[in-house]
């Protein structure tokens, strides 16, 4: 591990404006960050997203008041930060870029995946070079330069959602940010994009930011990383949904992976990996309250909990497929499971009887018609949506007698429609109705956590 090197990740609330930029350009400092990894600024990916669903059927005078949004927003910050003639050079190279880009796409009337990742780059793009400039009037004592992640960051080239290649990204990291581990600069670069092998640009999916920054940390086997948000850390729950939510001062990676992977809004689920396989401790705190104490996530907590946290994923469909050839039958899973590969769905919770088995995905899942096809090829599916997927994240829980009980016991007249148990010592899981959820977690965080 090479002593000092902090890879610090801001998210696009802490880009927001230049207001933003400023206080995170403040913690950016105080903490000696090393490599500050941003996203875009806030709202920016999502009128990016409107963009590529626009040019298949809007105008390209409706294209150009869309793309207008983006650069005016750019354009306000550079203004506030008073950023050189050099930094608003590169913006306009951007914005033409930007313009070029979504023109043939409107031509074509075609939004491709490969497209789509290249529009979907340009605002973590814009913001980086905008931080840079920010966090360069504040460090005037060490040289504070904008590095383009495609250089370092290889993947594959499944487009929207791609795989980064750590064999690679290692090789070229050691190539090209040397400067980081023995020369004292500063490097501000882009969450959530790479590069494949033919020199495309890939994402890695919405929320990847958090996963750029954590490979990153990996290559350089930093000391730690930071996660900054608009939030003082991970709490026990949902604020939202429980008035007696409180902050988590240290988790376990196990527990922060599976309140990450069954609906905490806090941490990209896939983001815990990269750390976890060089054992790199990873911090959460706000950017607006950078003194407030924050969450550090570790591998070896002093305390462990039976119950540390819970989380709800909303959304959830629940799938039943029925076929009475399952019995006694092998490879009917199999099958199952194929069609969700070649679909490229991933399965939260499932459960088996007899003659059926029943998984829950996400409700976008329904409006995969082929998916649904295809499973009905393997028997009758019936599907249940508007449901919600309670986990109760904590310790040695499928070896605790009598958890179960105080569970149902604690949820009362709430109907359970599945139940998930076994497959982890740090998970229980189950399913609602969404209408319950929230009274289902209140419930339980007064019985388990007070």
Known sequence: M???????????????DATAMRRSAGVAKLKNSSIVVVSAT???TNILVELSQMVTNSTWEGCKATIQKIIDNHLQIARDLEVPEACMHDLDELFKELKTLVRGMNLLKEASPKACDSLFSLGERMSSRLFTECLNQLREDTEVSCF??????????????AEPNFEMIKKLTDQHLLDVKYAGRVFVTQGFIG??????T??????????????????????????WTDVAGIATTDPRLCSNARPIDVISFQEAAELASFGAKVLHPTTLLPAMWADIPVFVGSSYEPEKEGTWIIKDPKERPLIRAMAVKKDQTLLTLKNPNMLHAHGFLFDVFKVFNQHRVSVDSITT?????????????????TLLEDLRQ???????????????????????????AEIFNALGDINVRMICLGASKHNF??????????????????RFIG
Do not use: W
């Open 2 to 16: 090479s002593q000092g090197i902090v890879v610090s990740k801001f998210g696009g609330t802490s880009m927001a």
């Open 429 to 446: 899981c189950f399913l609602v109705n969404e209408q319950r959820a929230g009274d289902a977690i209140d419930r339980l965080h007064t």
């Open 353 to 369: 009887s007899e003659i059926s088995v029943s998984m829950t995905v996400d409700d976008s899942t329904l409006l995969n018609r």
């Open 202 to 227: 890939t994402t890695l999916g919405r929320g990847g930011s958090d996963y750029s920054a954590a490979i990153l940390a990996y290559a350089l086997g930093a000391e730690k990383l930071e996660i």
């Open 148 to 161: 383009d992640v495609r250089t370092v960051l290889r993947t594959d080239s499944n487009f929207g959602k």
């Open 42 to 44: 806030s709202g920016t």
């Open 378 to 404: 393997l028997g009758e599916v019936l599907v249940e949506e508007d449901l919600s997927l309670i986990s109760l994240i904590g310790n040695n829980i499928n070896h605790t007698p009598g958890l179960a």
């Open 195 to 200: 590069r494949d092998a033919d020199g495309a």
